[in-house]
Structures are given as structure tokens and as C-alpha cells.
């Protein structure tokens, strides 16, 4: 049976059950061994972002919240309208739409911290933006989560809320200790864990991800990227804040993405979508990639007239 064809998504699935959806594309114990890397180094991820804060530049930013009210907005409300519109948009079957409205309603992740600098943008605004975007995300991914998914008829008793406030508790606590702990990690990033995952599951990758699906996984950081500049220049941020809020929008927090999709959801309901995440990550970078470089080509021809009329 493939995954993009079944639109059953029942909120009467057992342990028992699950496998009659999907075939596991995993075995168990490779399975197992992802669950296990995904926390461990998204925990890592956590505490290294805690340590990078600092109790200053958050009061600041607190005494002005203006840049981190914007950001907030457009991260908690762009991505996630953006994703259901997509799902509409596409049709996608509902396990596939509950898979991209997690990917929407997710915060912003420490990628997007690296990008605001490569791009120019305030960094001091970026770490405020991802903690605090990281931490409402306890209270602010399961209430997108049921609003949202009240327009998909299957899916409002179905979504696992339980489960995935859960996980996001044990791995956003984390966050908060690396601030009270201030101890230094080195951050790293889980490509190990998709490479593993596409070794094991081999080409029925392409075949089980179709053109709606990678249309969606392509469209929704562009847009993120558009609107997050868009709506910061309305309410007349400085350059440097619109760059931030930019990348902060555009940039899904998709460690986060990843792990509470494939600890939430079993495999045999999920199916392959547990990578979508991880492929919506790479065409995140990428655009942000040509955006970075598009401005720095810019900024040295902007620098260089300057320099030619004095």
C-alpha cells in the first residue's frame, strides 16, 4: 500500500493496528537507533542555543519588544497558514498534512541564527527571536496544531496532542537549562541521521515523496523568507532587523521538526513523511544560500559605486 495514497487517518489506531497503513520502511532496530540519535543530538542543539543567550540582551529586547513582537508574528503566523494553505492548495492526503502543519507550526532553529549573520542581520535580535519563538512553542504548536487541523475533517481527534506536548517538554527544557547552566557545546546538526535513513529506505524515497510534496517542501521557506521581509519593512524595522526576521521566518526549527514527528507518530502511520522535514531543511538552506549571496553581491556593488563617486 503507498503512503500518498491512503487518506485513512483514523483516530482509532492501536499498537496493534498500525500495521495494517504502512509497511515499516525501517527495521526495528534501525528505527530505534534514529529515535535515539534524533533526541540525544537535538538535546545537544537545545543546550548549545540556551548557552549562546545572554541575560542582558534578552532584557534589552524585552524593554523593546517591537522586533521581537514582529517576528513572533510573522513566525507564528505565516509558516503555519503557509502550510495549511499548501496541504489545501496540493491536496495532500491528511497524514501528509499533519506531517507539514507540525514542519509550520514549529519555531525557528539555531540555523537561522548562522544565516542572520551571514546576511548582515541583527544578532542580537536573531537569539532573542529563536528563544523566545523556541520556548512559546510549548504552549503555541499544539494550539496551531488544533486550530489548524480542524479543517481536515479525520485529523482533530487523531493528532497524538499528548504526545507531542511530551516531546516538546523534554526537548525544549533543555534550552532553559543551557541558560541557567551557561556551559558551552559545541552545536552540531543531524545529517548522519538523513543519510541513514536514505541508505536504509533507498529509491522508493523519490517514489513515496511526489511533486505536490516536494513543491510544498520548496515553497514554504521562500515564502516564510518573502513574507518575514515584507512584514518587518510595513512596521519599518531597520535593514539589518528585516534581514533577521527574514531568515527567522523562513527557517524552521527542523531538529525539532524531525524528532517530534518521528517520536509522536508511529512509523507504520507516518510512513515516509518523518523525512519530509529534513528535505524541506535542505531547500531552506539553499534559498537562504542564493539569498545570502544575492545580497552580497549587493552590498559589494552598492560599496563599490560609493567608493568610485568619493
Not at 34 to 44: A, Q, R, S, T, Y
Not at 65 to 93: H, N
Request: glycine share 6%; hydrophobic share 50%; proline share 6%.
Amino acid at each position: 500500500m503507498e503512503f500518498l495514497e491512503n487518506d485513512d487517518f483514523s483516530p482509532n489506531l492501536t499498537a496493534a493496528n498500525t500495521s495494517l497503513l504502512y509497511p515499516s520502511l525501517l527495521s526495528p532496530a534501525m528505527d530505534k537507533t534514529i529515535n535515539i540519535i534524533m533526541i540525544v543530538v537535538l538535546f545537544i542543539v537545545m543546550v548549545s542555543l540556551g548557552c549562546t543567550m545572554e541575560v542582558t540582551k534578552i532584557k534589552d529586547h524585552i524593554l523593546k519588544p517591537k522586533g521581537v513582537a514582529i517576528a513572533i508574528l510573522s513566525q507564528y503566523g505565516i509558516m503555519p497558514l503557509t502550510a495549511f494553505c499548501l496541504t489545501k492548495g496540493f491536496q495532500l492526503s491528511e497524514t501528509t498534512a499533519v506531517v507539514i502543519l507540525i514542519c509550520g507550526c514549529c519555531p525557528g532553529g539555531a540555523l537561522s541564527n548562522i544565516l542572520a549573520l551571514a546576511i548582515r542581520g541583527d544578532m542580537n535580535l536573531s537569539i532573542v527571536m529563536t528563544s523566545c519563538s523556541t520556548l512559546l512553542a510549548l504552549a503555541m504548536m499544539p494550539l496551531l496544531l488544533y486550530l489548524y487541523c480542524h479543517g481536515f475533517s479525520n485529523l482533530q481527534k487523531a493528532v497524538p496532542y499528548v504526545g507531542i506536548v511530551t516531546s516538546l517538554v523534554a526537548i525544549l527544557v533543555p534550552c532553559g537549562a543551557g541558560i541557567l547552566v551557561g556551559v558551552c557545546v559545541l552545536m552540531i546538526s543531524i545529517p548522519v541521521i538523513c543519510i541513514i535513513s536514505i541508505v536504509e529506505i533507498g529509491s522508493s524515497l523519490l517514489t513515496m515523496l511526489s511533486p505536490p510534496i516536494m513543491a510544498t517542501a520548496v515553497l514554504m521557506p521562500l515564502i516564510g523568507y518573502a513574507f518575514g521581509y515584507i512584514i518587518s519593512w510595513v512596521f519599518r524595522l531597520t535593514q539589518p532587523e528585516r534581514r533577521t526576521v527574514a531568515m527567522e521566518t523562513g527557517c524552521q526549527n527542523i531538529q525539532l521538526c524531525a524528532t517530534v514527528v518521528k517520536v509522536a507518530f508511529p512509523p507504520a502511520v507516518i510512513g515516509p513523511m518523518y523525512l519530509f522535514p529534513l528535505v524541506m531543511g535542505f531547500f531552506q538552506v539553499i534559498e537562504a544560500a542564493l539569498l545570502v549571496f544575492l545580497f552580497r553581491c549587493y552590498h559589494w556593488f552598492t560599496t563599490k559605486g560609493k567608493g568610485k563617486t568619493r
